[in-house]
């Protein structure tokens, strides 16, 4: 296999979801080439229903923990809040993919991420000032890892994947 691809896939495989992390800010430049990984996804029919809010202030970061195992949302110097447009059919899908670029190439450039899924969306969309008709799908944390975790889990192969037919 070529080594591009071998690295591609070492990145995917060993990437884990990071809950401590250094309070070193990221470059401009590392953000923006995150950002634009999930810029680069795709979406259905091409409408690319979505917006990214980045959130460094450390108050609203301290207002995103909704829950005891999420206080490392403080840590994290930056927050990726990933809206999607509630009248576009894929937007929850399409908010994903672009954000799992962005896991993925922030793993590429030594950073660590976790997507957050523990939130109360009515409150996220009154502190982020964000429209009725905008969803808030995910979060993602952002930062240099203070932690290097072992694998976790994963369900076998035998047991994902199924040929042909499911039954
Ligand atoms: C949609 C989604 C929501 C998640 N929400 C949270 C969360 O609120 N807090 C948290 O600590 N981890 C959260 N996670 C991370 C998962 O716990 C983690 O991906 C899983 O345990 C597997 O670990 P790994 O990412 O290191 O492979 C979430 C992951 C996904 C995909």
Not at 39 to 67: G, M
Request: proline share 6%.
């Amino acid at each position: 296999m070529a080594s591009c691809a071998q690295k591609l896939l070492e990145i995917i495989y060993n990437r884990r979801s990071i809950r401590k992390y250094h309070r070193k800010p990221i470059p401009d430049d590392v953000l923006k080439a995150i950002l634009e990984a999930g810029r680069q996804a795709p979406s259905a029919r091409n409408l690319q229903p979505y917006c990214f809010i980045i959130v460094r202030d450390q108050e609203l970061k301290k207002r995103l923990i909704f829950s005891e195992w999420n206080r490392f949302i403080e840590e994290a110097p930056v927050v990726i809040v990933g809206c999607g447009d509630s009248r576009a059919k894929w937007a929850v899908v399409d908010v994903a993919i672009a954000l799992q670029n962005m896991v993925i190439a922030a793993e590429a450039l030594g950073l660590g991420t976790c997507w957050i899924g523990h939130f109360i969306e009515e409150e996220v969309k009154k502190l982020l000032r964000i429209p009725e008709h905008i969803k808030v799908v995910a979060m993602i944390t952002l930062g240099y890892p203070a932690e290097k975790p072992g694998p976790r889990p994963k369900k076998s192969l035998e047991e994902l994947i199924r040929y042909e037919t499911y039954e």
